[in-house]
């Protein structure tokens, strides 16, 4: 019998995202709700907002995906162990968005292939991605296959302040050994509870049951336990009190919307104030008078605690965030992928920058699970899965551009008919929505029969020598 050889330096070697070719723009969208300026793209920090119509459902976005990151990566289906997709956005109660997408591996001939999907609100992806690491590392790894994470959602909300911090995307990211974005081991703050801050009781309405305040304060509250978490974990195991100044290189958030990365950050800068000399010693001009509020509930929401903090905090912002910020600004909330757009934005603007740098990771999901945890990137590993190959074969920049704006009002009736499609009463749908606007490579739903069995077809493929 063979000795085993241990998988070192385990992490993501591939990460690409599918997001629609349509959005709506948030000063236009502010004009048309009739709302301040700036209600929106100040208020909130965006600036585009992705959508679909009924041509588009979690399942072809998954598959168009996957279909791109194999394609751009030139890894056939055979070489895939495990797939596990993270989500919130539901087409069955039983039936898992994982079965689905095993069409696309049935055709080349693999049905072996472990996982299946993982559900917590926005934190599904983030779990995919532990379970994922962790098969790699384990006595079940065959020692040759990779692990497939997919993980996005269609983010929409009711008429309302909730409606303008929707957003789709998916994020696709393959898992194995030798990766250069490679998860730190033992570091992994975690807290958990449960709470109702978003839920989606309605089974025939893809719109949450939102309390805003209350989830603003769990989102909070949820950072500043799994960082002290995290922060325990990297004393134990390097015996040095973590702070973002002297440890993190960049640090990235689940993003519900942008103003609300710029105030989780400036609250790990007053969470440093609190318990570390000398980031005390830094930030006393702008956090001493808050000091006595300490975590308190007292202190979420607090105005001028906010204030000061993102006043401490806004060169180091614009350094360590920023450049993480790109997908979210654009596509607006994708719920499970946001963490990991963050990442690949980061990438997509600092690539070669990373080299020996770590990324602090803060994901979230309502109801509530949240984790810190980190990445070290070292682009000696695999030059093939490096941070400048990353970014050079997504073309985030260049896709971006090539979107194409809509108005409100095509936004709203894109909306209505989702919404036709949630309360149908016969279960056949024959989707109305043009497919014009697809990219070639494209999944899309063709319809749904009597039965509610869905049918997808691939737009012309760009990748003609795959699927």
Excluded at 259 to 270: D, E, H, M, N, T
Excluded at 273 to 290: A, E, G, N, P, W
Excluded at 339 to 352: G, P
Excluded at 362 to 370: D, I, Q, R, W
Aim: proline letters at 3%; glycine letters at 6%; aromatic letters at 10%.
């Amino acid at each position: 019998m063979l000795e085993r050889v241990l998988p070192k330096n385990v992490g993501i070697l591939g990460i690409d995202i599918y997001f629609p070719q349509r959005y709506v723009n948030q000063s236009e969208l502010e004009q048309f709700d009739k709302v301040p300026s700036g209600k929106y793209t100040i208020g909130l920090g965006q600036e585009n907002m992705a959508f679909v119509g009924d041509r588009e459902d979690i399942v072809s976005m998954c598959m168009s995906s996957v279909h791109t990151l194999m394609s751009k990566y030139s890894i056939s289906y055979d070489q895939i162990g495990r797939l596990e997709v993270g989500t919130e956005t539901l087409i069955d109660k039983s039936k898992s968005i994982k079965s689905c997408l095993m069409t696309m591996f049935q055709e080349h001939g693999n049905t072996s292939i472990e996982g299946v999907d993982t559900i917590n609100a926005c934190y599904g992806g983030t779990n995919a991605l532990f379970n994922s690491v962790q098969w790699v590392e384990s006595s079940y790894w065959d020692g040759r296959r990779l692990a497939l994470v997919v993980t996005g959602d269609i983010a929409v909300y009711s008429k309302g302040p909730a409606r303008p911090t929707g957003g789709a995307g998916v994020i696709t990211m393959l898992i194995g050994p030798n990766a250069s974005i490679v998860m730190e081991p033992s570091l992994r703050g975690v807290h958990m509870e449960n709470v109702y801050d978003f839920y989606k009781p309605h089974m025939d309405s893809e719109y949450p049951m939102v309390d805003g305040k209350l989830s603003i304060d769990c989102f909070i509250r949820a950072l500043d336990i799994s960082y002290h978490q995290y922060r325990k974990q990297f004393q134990n195991r390097h015996n040095q009190n973590f702070t973002i100044d002297e440890h993190a290189d960049f640090v990235i958030f689940h993003t519900p919307y942008n103003r609300l990365v710029q105030k989780a950050f400036a609250r790990l800068i007053y969470n440093d104030f609190l318990h570390s000399s000398k980031s005390r010693q830094k930030y006393q001009k702008y956090l001493q008078k808050f000091e006595s509020l300490a975590l308190s509930k007292e202190s979420f929401g607090n105005v001028e605690l906010d204030k000061a903090s993102l006043e401490a905090s806004k060169e180091e912002y614009k350094v360590k965030v920023l450049p993480s910020t790109l997908l979210s600004k654009q596509l607006g909330n994708s719920y499970c992928a946001s963490t990991y757009a963050s990442l690949l934005s980061l990438i997509s603007t600092k690539a070669s920058q990373l080299q020996g740098k770590r990324i602090l990771v803060f994901s979230y999901g309502s109801g509530l699970a949240s984790s810190f945890f980190s990445f070290s990137v070292d682009n000696n590993n695999n030059p093939k899965f490096s941070s400048e190959s990353i970014r050079s074969l997504s073309s985030i920049p260049i896709r971006l551009q090539a979107r194409i704006k809509s108005t409100p009002q095509k936004f709203i009736s894109a909306l209505e008919l989702r919404e036709n499609l949630s309360k149908r009463k016969e279960l056949s749908y024959q989707p109305v929505d043009s497919i014009d606007h697809l990219l070639p490579g494209t999944f899309y739903l063709e319809s749904i029969d009597k039965n509610a069995i869905r049918y997808y077809k691939l737009k012309e493929d760009l990748f003609t020598s795959k699927l």
